[in-house]
């Protein structure tokens, strides 16, 4: 069992001592992080009214956070007191759920900790998030279909690429696309089919019963046939077929 030496707690009762005088010190400096003035002190006026909310939203922003950090500061020195007690008492350096001896190195590092590195509440990153959360997960991409193959409809990144085609902040140089040179080409996939999902849709068209086959030599059309996909051309391309 790792006991403590006489040295090894004089130097960390230093440690914590200094340490709660400089919180004490920080605390009573600063008036508390300011949370004690009301907030038509901060904010220079008679009433916490402004005519201009966005103003009197910046104040509350800053009390928010002041009254945080406060809060912050003055559980850390309540930590400090504590283990300045447990050093009175002789249980300092036992951890409070096993019983056994914190390591000096750590408790060098955390002085005012009461355990030990395996029982550490909450030693993993929290998973626990808003119930609200559940309806936005996942975040920025939770109507893309793109990666269920048998999902075609319009989904929500369908909806920014619309967006997008109007215009952004950024340049061709910053596109993810190397080949991009213009800026009619800078929104996600500006190559990607619109308003159909195979090519041959964009270009073959019947009359309204279905019958009477056309062909329609769009973009898509010429580069089917150059890719050699499908059957032969559907009708004679006078374009082609000119002697």
Same mark, same amino acid.
């Given at each position: 069992m790792n006991v403590l030496t006489n040295e090894q707690r004089a130097a960390l009762t230093e440690l914590? *001592?200094? !340490?709660? %005088? +400089?919180?004490? #010190? #920080? @605390?009573?400096?600063?008036?508390?992080?300011? +949370?004690?003035?009301?907030? +038509?002190?901060?904010?220079? !006026?008679? &009433? /916490?009214?402004?005519?201009h909310?966005? %103003?009197?939203? &910046? *104040?509350v922003f800053e009390r928010g956070k002041d009254i945080a950090l406060n809060e912050?500061?003055?559980?850390?020195? +309540?930590?400090?007191?504590?283990?300045?007690?447990?050093?009175?008492?002789?249980?300092?350096?036992k951890c409070a759920i096993c019983g056994t001896a914190i390591? $000096? !190195? #750590?408790?060098?590092?955390v002085p005012d900790t009461e355990y030990c590195f395996e029982h550490v509440p909450d030693r993993e990153i929290s998973q626990r998030r808003p119930a609200e959360e559940k309806l936005l997960e996942p975040p920025f991409g939770r109507t893309s279909m793109d990666?269920?193959?048998? *999902?075609?409809?319009?989904?929500g990144?369908?909806?920014?690429? @619309?967006?997008? /085609?109007?215009?952004? &902040?950024d340049s061709p140089a910053m596109a993810e696309d190397a080949e991009v040179h213009d800026y009619n080409s800078m929104y996600v996939e500006a190559d990607e089919n619109e308003g159909f999902v195979e090519p041959y849709e964009s270009f073959v068209a019947t009359d309204l019963y279905g019958q009477h086959v056309t062909v329609v030599r769009n973009r898509q059309?010429?580069? $089917?046939?150059e890719h050699n996909e499908g059957d032969p051309l559907l009708e004679p391309d006078p374009y082609r077929d000119v002697d």
């Open positions: 914590l *001592e200094q !340490e709660r %005088d +400089s919180l004490e #010190r #920080r @605390i009573r400096q600063n008036d508390h992080f300011g +949370s004690a003035d009301p907030l +038509s002190a901060t904010t220079g !006026e008679l &009433s /916490s009214y402004d005519n909310p966005a %103003d009197l939203g &910046s *104040e912050h500061e003055e559980h850390h020195l +309540s930590e400090v007191m504590d283990a300045l007690e447990r050093m009175k008492e002789g249980t300092y350096g390591p $000096y !190195e #750590r408790l060098q590092a990666e269920l193959t048998e *999902e075609t409809e319009f989904d990144e369908d909806a920014w690429q @619309i967006v997008e /085609s109007w215009g952004n &902040s059309y010429r580069e $089917y046939m």
